[in-house]
């Protein structure tokens, strides 16, 4: 390549003369020359986690340095409104940790000759709602729930007890089947159309036995048929912080 390596540059509005369309015309004109591909990442975040960030550091937002930082953050969204639309890459920030969003980029950007398609698999409650940014999502809440089973509740989908329970219900095997066969019929599709990430979500009511059991056994598979694969189980990421409101 022109640069000997790959090369990123990070932009943002408090960039000297920034524009929008400054910046996409720059990446349109770098996409069109030989040997060169240019992608967007972008890096997003939910307004309550922004806004949270803010107050902890004190500082003032660029686009509002005499407004509440909530001011700011909405004039930022929109201005940047026309770059997200465009972006290959969108990465949700709200619960990553600094190393966690280094490990995300360089499975997005791996500088490896042959362009894989990264796939992460995750599992929720649907009381906290559907994770931002997912592209499939299977509600797995119709199959049998190990949280009624006293001695299950409180172990999880990564336990063998939980996934030999979920497993053991007489339409388990047919679903997971069936998604894999979805799956394996939709990633050569979004490869070739260019596609570097792929999400999928699996829901149940409490996040932490069904979902986590499906989500771990489709990850399994997919590895097994050679896919770069990561696995988030959001509310069992999030129990160490606060109690687990769970019911399965």
Do not use: M
């Amino acid at each position: 390549p022109p640069f000997g390596r790959p090369l990123a540059l990070g932009l943002d509005t408090r960039n000297r003369d920034f524009s929008v369309e400054g910046f996409l015309e720059l990446v349109r004109g770098l996409a069109v020359k030989p040997g060169l591909n240019a992608e967007i990442l972008y890096l997003d975040c939910r307004q309550d986690v922004l806004v949270r960030r803010y107050s902890e550091t004190r500082r003032r937002h660029p686009l509002a340095p005499k407004e509440p930082p909530t001011v700011g953050i909405e004039r930022e969204r929109d201005l940047l409104v026309p770059i997200r639309a465009q972006a290959e890459v969108i990465i949700d920030t709200s619960e990553l940790t600094p190393h966690e969003l280094a490990a995300e980029i360089r499975r997005f950007f791996d500088p490896s000759p042959e362009h894989r398609l990264a796939i992460s698999v995750h599992s929720f409650s649907y009381k906290r709602g559907i994770p931002r940014g997912v592209d499939l999502v299977f509600d797995v809440r119709f199959l049998r729930n190990p949280h009624w089973e006293p001695e299950l509740r409180e172990l999880t989908g990564r336990d063998a007890p939980v996934q030999a329970h979920v497993s053991a219900d007489p339409r388990h095997g047919a679903f997971l089947d069936r998604v894999g066969e979805l799956v394996d019929f939709l990633l050569p599709a979004y490869r070739e159309e260019g596609k570097v990430h792929l999400a999928i979500a699996f829901g149940c009511t409490g996040g932490r036995h069904r979902s986590v059991t499906l989500a771990e056994q489709l990850a399994k598979r997919l590895e097994k048929a050679g896919w770069q694969v990561s696995i988030r189980h959001r509310e069992l990421e999030r129990r160490a912080e606060a109690a687990p409101d769970s019911t399965g």
